[in-house]
């Protein structure tokens, strides 16, 4: 049920970023029972096409000739979104090398602080080092929707584009936790995982509810640092550890805390 709704949220997101691009960006659609399916390339000469494919249990994500894919969780649906904007508001770009109309070299770059890095290289073995080679540059430089906030780009080497959509989330609603010792972080954005974990600990506490699961997913374990680093510093809490067989392995920690 988590992974649907996802699904739907980020489906819903680019297809909004392709209403509101309409007349600048192609885009192709496709969904049949297995995989969503979009590919967004900017009206011009040398744009970069991007490629998604949603799947019951990953995201994948094309730039050109490089993929990547993430987990259908919430840390793993922001970075792939995150890579999606790269690639389609001028972020990302491949250099591509040709002799003819046959590329030999290929790197995909990332403007990080305003300079260009290279993130992958990969070259073909069949350079005709007697032709000529052309350089060319392939990117979608297109303007974000009016309210699509963008950001600076870099806070993971491993993974230049990672801060580009720092409002992704937007504003969450308001909602009303059970106090049942059971705490699902995937609704919540990650700037409000801190507020929100703190929170639930005092209510538990009043309640008389000491034993905590707290589920944060697996992905690529940023909402699991955070949720560790803030259990290790909290005054109320006794011990914590991550779930067992049955108990959520590595994506929830179990949570004991101290009588109020």
């Known amino acids: ?44 000469a040398h744009p970069l096409a991007v490629e998604v494919v949603v799947r019951s249990d990953e995201i994948g994500v094309g730039l050109a000739e490089w993929s990547r894919s993430f ?42 602080r305003g300079r260009w890095s290279t993130l992958a290289t ?30 600076e780009c870099g806070r993971l080497p491993s993974a230049p584009w990672i801060g580009l959509l720092p409002a992704a989330h937007g504003e969450a609603p308001a909602r009303e936790l059970a106090l049942d010792g059971e705490l699902d972080l995937h609704p919540f954005a990650p700037k409000e995982v801190a507020q929100v974990v703190r929170a639930y600990i005092d209510a538990c506490r009043e309640r008389g509810v000491l034993e905590l699961r707290v589920v944060h997913g697996k992905g690529i374990g940023n909402l699991r640092r955070t949720v560790h680093a803030l259990l290790a510093d909290h005054p109320a809490v006794a011990s914590y550890r991550l779930g067992g067989h049955g108990e959520g392995s590595w994506g929830a920690t179990l949570v004991t805390l101290k009588p109020p």
């Open 1 to 44: 049920m988590l992974a649907a709704t996802l699904a739907a949220t980020l489906a819903a997101t680019l297809d909004a970023w392709a209403a509101a691009l309409a007349g600048v960006v192609d885009v192709q659609t496709t969904r049949d029972d297995a995989a969503a399916r979009w590919r967004f390339a900017a009206r011009g």
């Open 71 to 112: 987990e259908l969780d919430a840390d793993g649906m922001g970075e792939a979104a995150e890579l999606v904007a790269a690639g389609l508001f001028g972020h990302a770009r491949a250099e591509l090398e040709l002799v003819g109309d046959d590329w030999v070299r290929f790197e995909l770059q990332f403007r990080v």
């Open 122 to 151: 990969l070259r073909r073995g069949r350079l005709a080092f007697w032709r000529r080679t052309t350089l060319v540059h392939l990117v979608n430089d297109v303007a974000p929707p009016a309210d699509l906030e963008l950001g």
